[in-house]
C-alpha cells in the first residue's frame, strides 16, 4: 500500500525554524519528482517546493525561496523541508506528495507560526 506521512509540525514564533519530515512505504524513491505542498486556511493548495530524488534538481515557490531547503534521503525513503525565517503567512497543513495536484499526499503536518 502506497503511504506518506508527515511530520514535524508545530508552533513556532515569526522567524523561527522548523524541520518538517515525510516517510514513504509503499513505494521507492527511484527516479523520480517528491513535492511539498500546502493549504492555508480557507485556501486552495499550493506548491511549495519539489525535488528530483535522483538527481536532486529542486524548485521552490516564490515565496519560499532562500527561506525553504527541501532533501530526500533515497535509501531512507524520506523526504524533509527545512524551513528557516518563518513568516505568519507560512501558517498551513503541509504535506508531502507525489504530484504537484497532491497525489498521494498523506494527512499532512500543521504548522503555525505566530507570536
Known amino acids: 500500500q502506497v503511504q506518506v506521512e508527515e511530520s514535524g509540525g508545530g508552533l513556532v514564533q515569526p522567524g523561527g525554524s522548523l524541520r518538517l519530515s515525510c516517510t514513504a512505504t509503499g513505494f521507492t524513491f527511484s527516479n523520480d519528482w517528491m513535492y511539498w505542498l500546502r493549504q492555508a486556511p480557507g485556501k486552495g493548495l499550493e506548491w511549495v517546493s519539489q525535488?528530483?530524488?535522483?538527481?536532486?534538481?529542486?524548485y521552490y515557490a516564490d515565496s519560499v525561496k532562500g527561506r525553504f531547503t527541501i532533501s530526500a534521503n533515497s535509501a531512507k525513503n524520506t523526504l524533509h523541508l527545512q524551513m528557516n525565517s518563518l513568516k505568519s503567512e507560512d501558517t498551513a497543513v503541509y504535506y508531502c506528495a507525489k504530484d504537484r495536484a497532491g497525489s498521494g499526499r498523506g494527512k499532512g503536518t500543521l504548522v503555525t507560526v505566530s507570536s
Open positions: 525535488i528530483h530524488t535522483r538527481g536532486g534538481t529542486t
